[in-house]
């Protein structure tokens, strides 16, 4: 038997006491307040078991002038983030959209802009959002106003975070405090993954309305619990290169600069697959690295009416090869446009396997009209009734210069057949098809415009 205050008996003390520190290291702990005098953005992160927040030094410095081509979204969200700051009642915010398009370049200008009236940003990890009612009690009593903020936020089955994140935003006993939000940036709209098998869980009722499965509703309910869904959409040729310029000018480039860089920068945005702001910035600041000098030297042209500020056209630089697209409609009795038709491309061409709508070039002689009569009987093995033309749009691809002519057409006779080892998809908003050739993502937009949709025109 040890007897106290033997030496035997001191060092199970000891021992014991070793042990205990170690365990109180493992257990979590709330988070300790951080110096909020020392910056207006924090981190929110585990240490251990423990929670810290921890000052943001070098806060980004964008502000709301650097982004362009998004005014209805930043409108909406400095509209949220001005009722916040002044007390009024605000919303907590989910921002859903393609990728690169200022979703959290405008939560971080919205700081800026408001940082001297007490705004102040906490950012969170998903995996930290269990943490969250810790966050909300250290802010409580605080006088700034915080927003919560958790980048590119998706979560997979059963993780913990779902869950502390949808009781925080509503459902729960306790409830955020009155000086706190939350914003969320999402490629999903629905922050869960979402699968083809789950459609089967819709039930129909004899009068025809549709009630969706209870897997369904449990991933739409956490989304729906933000107040406020913002919406972002892949950008045009034009957008793309509007933003390109802007922050070309910057980074101080001069302006026949800017004019003279215009294909190479859209030779960047192809090679990526993507035109976006984020894709713009990056070409700017490998162009302004390069001290503002093209990488190959394209003749000055005259800019046109429609070019952005800084551009010029692009048939100043090469003749564009004119194309017909057939953007088949099946249409309901009434009249209402319903799904359209998209093919992929075929093996041996470039962008193959990529989707778009079905046509071809014209040649020698003929209007688009002829051109897109062949070229559909040619790919698909249809005659095609009335031709609508709809849209024109040019883009400038590496391989080639193109001016799309988009017709609409409704009515058509014969079998499908993909002539060419091509495939075939029905498809309404949003296309669910990928990767999607960039001269079709306009065109969704347009179909987005004419009937009223507002959610992700397709899958990246």
């Known amino acids: 038997m040890t007897m106290p205050n033997s030496p035997a008996f001191e060092r199970l003390i000891a021992r014991a006491e070793t042990v205990l520190s170690r365990l109180e290291a493992l257990l979590p702990h709330a988070p300790a307040a951080p110096d909020w005098a ?3 953005a924090f981190r929110y992160r585990k240490r251990g078991g423990s929670g810290v927040v921890e000052p943001v030094r070098h806060v980004a410095t964008i502000r709301l002038a650097d982004l362009k081509e998004i005014e209805p979204q930043k409108e909406r969200l400095v509209r949220n983030t001005e009722q916040f700051v002044q007390g009024r009642p605000a919303n907590n915010v989910l921002l859903t959209g393609a990728r690169g398009t200022g979703k959290s370049s405008l939560i971080k200008a919205c700081l800026n802009e408001y940082a001297g009236q007490g705004l102040r940003l906490i950012e969170v990890d998903k995996a930290d959002m269990v943490d969250l009612p810790d966050i909300v009690h250290l802010v409580a009593q605080r006088p700034e106003r915080f927003i919560v903020f958790c980048d590119d936020l998706s979560f997979d089955e059963g993780e913990p975070g779902y869950k502390a994140l949808k009781s925080m935003l509503d459902g729960s006993v306790a409830q955020a405090s009155e ?21 089967l869980s819709y039930t129909h009722t004899d009068d025809g309305e549709v009630h969706p499965g209870e897997v369904v509703e449990e991933k739409i309910s956490l989304s729906e619990r933000f107040g406020l869904w913002i919406s972002f959409y892949p950008f045009s040729q034009a957008e793309y290169l509007a933003i390109a310029a802007q922050w070309l000018r910057h980074f101080g480039v001069a302006e026949e600069a ?22 713009a910035y990056q070409f700017a600041r490998d162009f302004a690295g390069r001290g503002g000098a093209p990488a190959a030297a394209a003749a000055p042209v005259p800019s046109g009416d429609d070019a952005p500020q800084g551009w010029t056209m692009s048939e100043g630089l090469r003749t564009p090869v004119e194309v017909a697209v057939g953007v088949l409609i099946q249409r309901s009795a009434d009249g209402t446009e319903g799904r359209f038709l998209l093919t992929s491309r075929p093996e041996g061409k470039p962008y193959a396997g990529y989707w778009e709508f079905p046509g071809g070039k014209l040649e020698a002689g ?4 002829q051109a897109l009569r062949r070229e559909l009987h040619e790919e698909l093995g249809i005659t095609i009734g009335p031709v609508h033309a709809w849209k024109v749009e040019v883009f400038d691809y590496p391989h080639a210069l193109v001016r799309l002519n988009f017709c609409k057409v409704y009515d058509w006779q014969g079998e499908f057949e993909m002539r060419e080892g091509q495939q075939m998809a029905w498809s309404g908003l949003p296309v669910t098809v990928a990767p999607v050739l960039p001269g079709t993502v306009p065109v969704l937009r347009w179909f987005a415009a004419e009937r009223g949709f507002t959610g992700d025109t397709h899958t990246d």
């Open 258 to 279: 800017i004019t003279a860089a215009r294909s190479e920068c859209l030779v960047w945005a192809l090679e990526r697959g993507s035109r976006s702001g984020r894709v």
């Open 38 to 40: 020392a910056s207006v």
């Open 366 to 369: 003929e209007t688009v009209e």
């Open 179 to 199: 000086n706190l939000l939350i914003y969320a940036t999402s490629n999903r709209r629905h922050l869960l993954p979402e699968y083809m098998k789950e459609n």
